[in-house]
C-alpha cells in the first residue's frame, strides 16, 4: 500500500501525528524517557516501544507471541513492551517511530481510523504526564467521531445519564446531563484515562 493508495483524512493526521510524536520524543531527557506514562506500568519508554512494535514484529513472531500470552493480547503487549525497552535504547526507539511515519499499519479490523485512534490515544499517554502538548483538537474529534459504545466497554466506560460535550470542537459524546470539557479531556475520560466525572 502506498500513500496515493489511502490519501484519506484519517491517513493524513496518523503521519502527522507520527511526526509530532518523534519531534517531541527528540527532545526529551533520558530522565523524560524513564517517566511513568498514563499507561499503568509503563513508563514512556513502554509507550513508544509499543507504538512502533507493529513496525518490528514480523507476523510469525506476533503469533507466536500471542499464543504463549494464551490468546490476551493485554499480556502479549505488556511482555513485549518490556522486552523491547530492554534491548533498545531511547535513540533506537525514536527512530522505530521516525522512520515509520509513514507505515501503512493498520490494527486488524481497524481501518485507517483504528490506526489514528492507536496512535493519538498512546500519544496522550505519553504528552499529558510530560506536560507537553497534545494533538490537535480537530485530530482528536476525528478519533471521537470514529469511536462505537464497543470502544467504551473495551475501557469500561459507561456514560448512561450522561453527555459530554467538547468546547473547542465539534464533539458530541452520549445523552442525558450535559458535561463541558475539551476534546482532549473527554477522549482521556472515554478511555479510562480520566475519572468519569459525576452527574
Not at 70 to 76: A, H, I, L
Not at 100 to 125: E, F, K, T
Not at 126 to 150: D, F, Q, Y
Not at 176 to 185: V, Y
Request: proline residues 8%.
Amino acid at each position: 500500500m502506498t500513500d496515493t493508495d489511502n490519501r484519506t483524512p484519517e491517513r493524513e493526521h496518523t503521519i502527522a501525528e507520527r511526526e509530532r510524536l518523534a519531534n517531541l520524543l527528540a527532545g526529551l531527557t533520558p530522565a523524560q524517557w524513564a517517566m511513568p506514562s498514563l499507561c499503568d506500568g509503563w513508563r514512556i519508554r513502554e509507550v513508544v516501544a509499543h507504538m512502533t512494535m507493529p513496525y518490528r514484529t514480523r507476523t510469525p513472531s506476533f503469533l507466536a507471541g500471542l499464543i504463549a500470552a494464551r490468546f490476551s493480547f493485554d499480556r502479549y503487549a505488556d511482555k513485549a513492551a518490556h522486552r523491547d525497552t530492554a534491548r533498545l535504547s531511547d535513540v533506537e526507539l525514536l527512530a522505530a517511530l521516525r522512520d515509520n511515519v509513514r507505515h501503512p499499519w493498520r490494527p486488524p479490523g481497524g481501518g485507517a481510523a483504528g490506526a489514528l485512534s492507536h496512535d493519538v490515544i498512546h500519544g496522550l499517554d505519553i504528552t499529558e504526564p510530560l506536560g507537553l502538548a497534545s494533538a490537535p483538537p480537530e485530530r482528536i474529534a476525528m478519533v471521537l467521531h470514529s469511536s462505537t459504545p464497543k470502544s467504551f466497554a473495551y475501557f469500561g466506560i459507561d456514560l448512561t445519564g450522561r453527555q459530554l460535550r467538547a468546547d473547542d470542537a465539534e464533539v458530541v459524546i452520549g445523552s442525558g446531563t450535559p458535561i463541558i470539557m475539551s476534546a482532549k479531556d473527554i477522549l482521556l475520560t472515554v478511555t479510562g484515562r480520566h475519572p468519569l466525572p459525576a452527574n
